[in-house]
């Protein structure tokens, strides 16, 4: 990491905190109340991180035109390393649940509706977006045959989206237009779709059919996307982590001692790794995991309203960073012009599209996010009273 970007990281905090004040007072949402508000304040700052990566990764583009990994530890494993986060976050919560079902049933089908309702129609606004991008980038003529269009538009919308199969209407890389996250999501969608089965060992009632419908799910996910196992290692992670936290001994994890060695850990994993995807890694980030759920706050940071209200635009900000950025440097500064951004120049630029990035997301998270989610919940809602008013006329 050169002097440049480690000078710009502090004006970086900065700028982020005021952007996130200001639009909570200009675009204002309610805070929910959860079970682990540390958890929710700690996915905006994850979200964020993977933002400086990719900036990162934009910078190296601009001059090499090669689209890589940071070489800079840090850079790095503010993507890696976020990530794997990410993965376990997922695992926790949703096997936290199982183990407190106190039913013995779920209702599979609430379950899936509403993991679609929470996050497929952010997820297409997105590729919509892309879509009108790669329309414009086209000057809005077909350049390629009318099958091989569809099958792109098909791989983008189910999340089958690499280096090798992104390209729409025949634009090159057409991965970049988004930074190419789309990649972390047939995982997570995996791991829900693999839910009635692990529920089993939970002693859970699951249909047959259930099981065998979502498994099978699961497992065309896991072909079509030729997802690599590794990558289901943090969320191995999180179910362990959900299993110790259940035993109630880790309580002690919420003193300060730990939030320093969580410090540590994290600190020593970014000095001697360049990435977060090997198992000492893992379990470096598994543990520091584990400290924040056993609600510790990390000096009050993770749990306040600040860093809750940043956490619940998460899903927007991770989705639609990569195109704000691709938007600024092709056709606000131009790809030519950008080229020759001096080092000063580009973390300048950067600093500057923190503001606009967190209201765009704030916006998308109250008036798309938001409205969908409650739908789902008002659907469920109707469902009970209609069980509860059956069960009482004794229909």
């Avoid at 609430?110 to 790669?134: A, E, H, N, T």
């Avoid at 634009?171 to 999501?185: P, R, Y």
């Avoid at 706050?297 to 306040?304: E, P």
Wanted: with cysteine.
């Amino acid at each position: 990491m050169n002097f440049t970007i480690s000078v710009f990281l502090l004006p970086i905090l900065v700028v982020l905190i005021v952007s996130v004040l200001l639009v909570n007072k200009i675009v204002k949402t309610d805070l929910t109340e959860i079970r682990y508000p540390e958890i929710d304040g700690l996915r905006g700052y994850l979200a964020f991180f993977v933002f400086l990566h990719h900036s990162y990764i934009w910078q190296v583009f601009l001059k090499t035109e090669n689209w890589e990994d940071p070489k800079s530890n840090l850079f790095n494993q503010f993507g890696e390393t976020t990530v794997v986060f990410f993965f376990i976050i997922t695992a926790f919560l949703f096997i936290s649940k199982l183990i407190h079902n106190k039913t013995g049933e779920i209702d599979w089908s609430d379950y899936l509706k509403s993991r679609f309702f929470r996050l497929f129609p952010m997820y297409i606004f997105s590729v919509i977006i892309i879509f009108i991008l790669v329309a414009c980038l086209t000057q809005f003529t077909i350049r390629v045959p009318f099958i091989e269009n569809l099958k792109s538009v098909f791989s983008w919308i189910f999340f089958n989206v690499s280096k090798n199969n992104s390209n729409l209407n025949g634009l090159e890389d057409t991965f970049i237009l988004n930074s190419g996250i789309t990649w972390t999501l047939p995982y997570e969608w995996t791991f829900y779709f693999l839910l009635p089965l692990i529920a089993l060992w939970f002693k859970i009632k699951v249909n047959l059919k259930a099981v065998l419908g979502f498994t099978a799910a699961a497992a065309v996910i896991m072909i079509i996307n030729k997802s690599s196992l590794r990558h289901f290692m943090p969320f191995v992670g999180g179910i362990v982590v959900a299993f110790l936290i259940n035993t109630k001994k880790f309580e002690t994890l919420k003193q300060k001692k730990y939030t320093v060695l969580a410090i540590v850990l994290l600190a020593l994993s970014v000095y001697f790794f360049n990435g977060g995807r090997k198992p000492i890694q893992i379990i470096i980030s598994s543990i520091v995991f584990l400290i924040i759920a056993s609600g510790n706050n990390f000096f009050g940071i993770l749990s306040s309203a600040f860093s809750r209200k940043f956490g619940q635009i998460t899903y927007s900000l991770y989705l639609l960073h990569g195109i704000l950025l691709f938007i600024i440097f092709y056709f606000v500064i131009g790809f030519e012009r950008a080229k020759m951004l001096t080092n000063v120049e580009f973390w300048l630029i950067i600093t500057a599209s923190i503001f606009p990035l967190i209201l765009i997301c704030q916006l998308t998270f109250k008036y798309i996010e938001l409205p969908l989610m409650a739908l789902s919940k008002k659907d469920k809602v109707n469902k009970i009273i209609a069980i509860n008013y059956s069960a009482k006329s004794g229909k």
